[in-house]
């Protein structure tokens, strides 16, 4: 079975300029998150789909993060515009069982903001 | 809020030893339990979980045992290998089913 599929994996931008993840889930999972991972520290949770309904978005910045997920599938996470501090790696997660079913997480994109 | 606190990292061992990493939570309500384990170059991956009271979870030779007395979820393993080299981060889901992680804590294991 495959995993949880992320592109791309690296990405490097210049600050001020836009830029964005893809995701594609396990199949069958309902439940897709997107999460901020800083260096030397855990995943924080950026937000949670039930299928194409944003459930929990509570710690996307709003003013330049976006995110998508149509038809309940795969997922777009946008940054625009980028700054320095939006270096990070981006991971994305999916779950069978709604929000209480065990994540399985990508690979993730490692963003680098010069 | 909920919170994990793992211990301060790194931790090197030589190949065979025995490995303990102390994991506690303050979380309301009953949580559920987790150990992810992240191989260089690699996604995190759920090593082994728990969600009960006294519940032991164990995968590959590690295992935790949910200890809601002392808060704690420490991941232990008999006899570590090379192979077991990563990052382990420990992590629990509250009432609101939120992933909380610790900050992760880097194993190297000499040959």
């Known amino acids: 079975e495959a995993g949880v599929v992320q592109s791309p994996r690296y990405k490097i931008i210049e600050k001020k300029q836009p830029v964005a993840f893809w995701c594609n889930p396990i199949?069958?999972?309902?439940?897709l998150y997107w999460y901020l991972q800083n260096l030397g520290q855990g995943p924080e949770l950026l937000i949670r789909?039930?299928?194409?309904?944003?459930?929990?978005d509570s710690q996307l910045p709003k003013d330049r993060f976006s995110a998508e997920r149509l038809k309940g599938v795969d997922s777009t996470l946008k940054i625009q515009p980028a700054e320095l501090g939006d270096s990070a790696v981006y991971l994305c997660?999916?779950?069978?069982?709604?929000?209480?079913?065990?994540?399985?997480f990508g690979p993730g994109t490692r963003l680098t903001v010069l | 809020g909920n919170s994990v606190t793992q211990m301060e990292g790194p931790v090197t061992l030589s190949e065979e030893a025995f490995l303990t990493i102390n994991c506690t939570y303050t979380?309301?309500?009953?949580?559920?339990l987790f150990w992810y384990v992240q191989y260089p170059g690699e996604g995190l991956q759920l090593l082994l979980k728990a969600t009960k009271a006294d519940d032991k979870g164990s995968n590959k030779g590690f295992e935790a045992t949910y200890r809601k007395e002392t808060t704690s979820f420490h991941l232990e393993k008999g006899s570590v290998q090379v192979s077991d080299s990563a990052v382990y981060f420990c992590?629990?889901?509250?009432?609101?089913?939120?992933?909380?992680f610790g900050k992760g804590i880097t194993l190297s294991v000499r040959p």
């Open positions: 992590a629990l889901t509250g009432a609101n089913s939120k992933l909380t």
């Open positions: 997660a999916s779950s069978l069982e709604g929000r209480s079913g065990t994540q399985y």
């Open positions: 199949s069958g999972h309902n439940t």
């Open positions: 979380a309301t309500g009953y949580p559920s």
């Open positions: 789909y039930e299928n194409e309904e944003a459930v929990d």
